[in-house]
């Protein structure tokens, strides 16, 4: 039996389907280990109430040991308090005909109220990943609103797409994802991100299909990414906690500028984390820009500046 205090970690949208695969994730040790027990705290709206309890059931069910408390709430207050890691998984769903616009205005209002609940009830280390979309700047938004947190606890995913690019490069080379290293996801969560591939090693062609790759899974299974993206925020989060090595994996995170990304954007790059006690990452410096990634990593840039404009603009304070 494990000596080590539990851990608290909270997962949003925790009645939607990408939790339904994450939870189980988390709560047998994928993410923190199998000797790290763990507190799983499960947020929804109040109309999803039960439908989550009928998560909680399963999740009881799978009799995981390292799993102490399962607290399901839709109460920011007992959700936030005290955590160790937020996965930000819920969010306002884009409707049929839904502007751009009407998607960022609703969720800044979540996004807002999640950063002044982890401001307030959050541990001042918090790990935070946000997952809903739109995930950088709902990240940005999150952040603006937590000032007693440093910026660089909060980062969005791009994890999923960095995984389909080396999936896609292993299957056409026939080796293991393992030997994929190097590839990068610039810029946004979006149709604008950059898939680069020139430093990959163990790879002689291009990648391609990434940015479409979500579009087609939902052609096929009538249903978005959900076990993928569960899949790849564990890897996020397990990389962030425990270090990469000399691996290198996208994370979106708060730009310090490096490769002439304005400052405070949430901008995926290449990085390295170091794990140990501090958890921190840095951002891979001195890669050569050519003009056509030059050109790709600001359309992504330029796309991300629209969207925080967009979303300031509809913060009241
Ligand atoms: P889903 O619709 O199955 O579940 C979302 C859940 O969030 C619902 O249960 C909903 O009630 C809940 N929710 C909505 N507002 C909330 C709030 N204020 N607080 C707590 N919970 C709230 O959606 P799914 O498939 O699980 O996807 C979740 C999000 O992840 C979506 O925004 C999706 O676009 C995004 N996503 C991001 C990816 C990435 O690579 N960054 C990849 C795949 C999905």
Redesign the pocket.
């Given at each position: 039996m494990s000596q080590k205090a539990p851990i608290r970690v909270l997962v949003?949208?925790?009645?939607?389907?990408?939790?339904y695969s994450l939870v189980n994730f988390i709560a047998k040790g994928d993410v923190f280990g199998t000797d790290q027990p763990l507190d799983l705290i499960l947020?929804?709206?109040k109309?999803?109430m039960e439908?989550l309890g009928g998560v909680v059931m399963e999740l009881k069910d799978c009799a995981l040991p390292l799993l102490r408390e399962i607290v399901a709430t839709d109460d920011y207050e007992v959700a936030f308090k005290d955590i160790d890691v937020a996965f930000l998984?819920?969010?306002?769903?884009r409707k049929q005909g839904m502007e751009r616009k009407d998607l960022l205005t609703a969720n800044v209002t979540?996004f807002k109220?999640?950063g002044q609940a982890l401001d307030k009830y959050a541990k001042k280390n918090v790990k935070v990943i946000v997952?809903?979309?739109p995930?950088n700047t709902n990240a940005l938004i999150c952040s603006k609103y937590a000032p007693s947190i440093p910026k660089e606890n909060f980062t969005?995913?791009?994890?999923?797409?960095q995984n389909r690019a080396m999936a896609q490069i292993a299957e056409r080379l026939d080796c293991n994802v393992n030997d994929v290293n190097k590839v990068i996801i610039w810029g946004n969560?979006s149709a604008t991100q950059y898939p680069d591939v020139r430093f990959a090693t163990a790879v002689k062609n291009g990648a391609t299909m990434i940015q479409k790759r979500?579009a087609a899974v939902i052609a096929a299974r009538k249903?978005?990414?959900?076990m993928s993206?569960a899949k790849?925020s564990c890897d996020h989060i397990k990389d962030w906690w425990f270090g990469t090595g000399d691996r290198w994996v996208s994370m979106a995170v708060p730009s310090d500028g490096s490769y002439g990304i304005k400052e405070g954007l949430v901008y995926s790059f290449p990085v390295i984390c170091t794990g140990g006690d501090e958890r921190k990452y840095k951002i891979v410096q001195g890669l050569k820009i050519d003009d056509f990634s030059r050109s790709k990593m600001d359309l992504s840039a330029k796309e991300l500046e629209e969207e925080r404009e967009m979303a300031l603009s509809v913060c009241k304070d």
């Open positions: 949003t949208g925790a009645a939607g389907q990408i939790a947020l929804d709206i109309l999803m439908v998984v819920g969010a306002m769903p979540i109220g999640q997952v809903g979309n995930a969005a995913m791009t994890r999923l797409d969560h979500g249903l978005s990414s959900a993206a790849a």
